[in-house]
């Protein structure tokens, strides 16, 4: 069966549908990682968004239980050159085409992925529908052109917890090493939901978090009725200024208690100390992005998935750069020491990804530490 991808500026491209027979609607993004399509379709940071994985064959291994970083696919619609359709793992539960399928998310294959890709570097990201079942042209240009704005819609209360939840599990034994595990107290987190994924959760109980997990609209004074030791604040989808109320609580817990911002939660920080967010052209998204942290000169491979970044020259006095994309320069992460606030634009937690960065979790827990003697 046909499918069809057109973008707001009349770009279409024809190719064969996979997954559900269906439309989806979203912001079309790229994605350059090889591996880790099922955490990808599943991050809640994708919500509102069609990923067009630059990586030619996707399906390889299937997917199964263990690596969704969510209930469901968050991700609208999923763009492929080619979709296997035979996947060999032995953990392989059922087909990327199944599993899509089931979960009611359309999918395209046999499309340059590279010509969609190129286009969005050069003209930038920009809104687009998948349908496998309008294909007249004009009519999905015109409803690419009517798709709601990420700047209009507030996503993270899309994807956010509905209510307090304790959060327990690690990740799956096979997958941890006693080099990451954590001797010692154990302190209670609670980790604002903008959206998390699983794994960073997981790390946060294995680095030896008692880990509460809250609504994005949770307010300062429920936080602090919980009695933490320690504050998470997620990564999650959308323009960091929609959710005016989630930057506003962290604003008032900022020196509370110590803090540590991933992703969305990287940006909320920053705009809860009164800095500036901008959009990136393009975004930062895939498995292999360079960042330098600058404490250390170290350079670490990076897992991300953002479209906004951090103005620097906008941080308020007291707070330092840690690290700095070498791709563009732009900031990937910053501290406030006086408020014991650390924050960083990529994901440490690598799933997928390298785990060059995993060691922030314990640098979190060391500064729980020493403010909790």
Same mark, same amino acid.
């Given at each position: 069966m046909e499918s069809i991808l057109a973008l707001e500026d009349g770009r279409v491209f024809r190719g064969r549908a996979f997954g559900a027979q269906a439309e989806q609607s979203g912001e079309v993004v790229f994605n350059t990682s090889?591996? !880790?399509?099922?955490?990808? &379709?599943?991050? $809640? *940071?994708?919500?509102?968004?069609?990923?067009?994985?630059?990586?030619?064959?996707?399906?390889?291994y299937g997917t199964n239980s263990d690596d969704c970083e969510s209930d469901r696919p968050q991700a609208g619609g999923m763009v492929v050159r080619e979709v296997s359709q035979f996947p060999s793992s032995w953990r392989a539960?059922?087909?990327?085409?199944?599993?899509?399928?089931?979960? !009611?998310? $359309?999918?395209?294959?046999?499309?340059d992925t590279r010509a969609i890709t190129k286009h969005i570097r050069c003209a930038g990201t920009m809104r687009g529908v998948l349908s496998s079942?309008?294909?007249? %042209?004009? *009519?999905l240009v015109r409803k690419a052109r009517s798709t709601p704005m990420l700047k209009d819609v507030d996503l993270v209360a899309e994807v956010t917890s509905p209510s307090n939840r304790t959060w327990t599990a690690t990740r799956p034994k096979?997958?941890?090493? /006693? =080099?990451?595990?954590?001797?010692? $107290?154990?302190?209670?987190?609670?980790? +604002?939901?903008?959206?998390?994924?699983?794994?960073?959760?997981?790390?946060?109980?294995?680095?030896?978090?008692?880990?509460? %997990? %809250?609504?994005?609209?949770?307010?300062?004074?429920?936080?602090?009725? &919980?009695a933490p030791d320690a504050i998470f604040l997620s990564n999650g989808p959308g323009d960091p200024e929609v959710p005016a109320y989630a930057i506003a609580t962290v604003g008032r817990l900022i020196g509370r208690k110590p803090m540590f911002g991933i992703c969305l939660g990287h940006q909320i920080a920053a705009l809860a100390l009164g800095a500036k967010t901008f959009?990136?052209? +393009?975004?930062?998204?895939?498995a292999n992005h360079p960042v330098?942290?600058? *404490?250390?000169?170290?350079?670490?491979?990076?897992?991300?998935?953002?479209?906004?970044?951090?103005?620097?020259?906008?941080?308020?006095?007291?707070?330092?750069?840690? #690290?700095?994309?070498l791709n563009d320069?732009?900031?990937?992460?910053?501290?406030? =020491? /006086? *408020?014991?606030?650390?924050?960083?634009?990529? #994901?440490?937690? =690598?799933? $997928?990804?390298?785990?060059?960065?995993? !060691? &922030? +979790?314990?640098?979190?827990?060391?500064?729980?530490? /020493?403010?909790?003697?």
């Open positions: 090889m591996t !880790g399509y099922q955490e990808i &379709l599943t991050d $809640p *940071s994708y919500r509102g968004q069609i990923v067009v994985m630059t990586y030619p064959e996707i399906g390889n539960n059922q087909s990327l085409h199944m599993y899509l399928s089931n979960m !009611g998310v $359309p999918g395209i294959s046999e499309v079942v309008d294909r007249d %042209v004009a *009519s096979r997958w941890r090493t /006693e =080099a990451f595990a954590v001797d010692g $107290p154990r302190y209670k987190c609670v980790a +604002f939901d903008f959206g998390s994924k699983r794994n960073i959760l997981n790390l946060l109980v294995e680095v030896g978090f008692d880990v509460t %997990v %809250v609504p994005a609209s949770c307010t300062a004074d429920e936080v602090l009725e &919980l959009k990136l052209k +393009f975004g930062h998204r895939g330098m942290d600058l *404490s250390t000169r170290k350079v670490e491979i990076t897992s991300q998935n953002h479209g906004y970044a951090v103005d620097p020259d906008t941080l308020p006095q007291g707070s330092e750069v840690t #690290h700095v994309n320069r732009t900031c990937e992460g910053f501290v406030l =020491a /006086e *408020s014991r606030l650390m924050a960083v634009q990529y #994901h440490p937690e =690598a799933s $997928p990804g390298p785990h060059d960065s995993m !060691g &922030l +979790f314990h640098r979190f827990r060391s500064m729980v530490a /020493e403010a909790s003697r």
